[in-house]
């Protein structure tokens, strides 16, 4: 069946070029305006279950091919990551104010 939409087909080396040079006349920000845009048209037409919908399906197909592990995995990695993005805040935090280096003043006194 032959494509009846306008345009190179789609995924094809035209296509690409096409997406570069709207990406290059616009800017990047131009795709997340109309992603933005067509989400909430179909929140419009569909309502806000259908996302839920369609999240539960992809969780279900993810847990088909990757296995339960997977969500074991991706969950602690989450873990260490806020928790090592909470410790570097903070530690910003003191070396804003200055108590990193006092503290690193007193211990070296100490030993």
């Known amino acids: 069946m032959a494509n009846s939409k306008r345009g190179p087909q789609p995924g094809s080396q035209k296509a690409k070029h096409g997406g570069q040079a709207v990406r290059q006349k616009y800017g990047s920000e131009f795709y997340a305006k109309i992603g933005k845009k067509g989400g909430e048209s179909v929140k419009e037409k569909r309502g806000p279950q259908f996302y839920a919908e369609i999240g539960k399906k992809g969780g279900e197909s993810t847990k088909r091919q990757q296995g339960s592990e997977f969500y074991s995995k991706i969950g602690k990695k ?27 003043v007193i211990n070296q006194r100490e030993e």
């Open 78 to 104: 989450g873990g260490e990551h806020s928790r090592i993005g909470s410790d570097t805040t903070e530690l910003v935090n003191k070396a804003k104010s200055g108590q990193v280096l006092r503290s690193r």
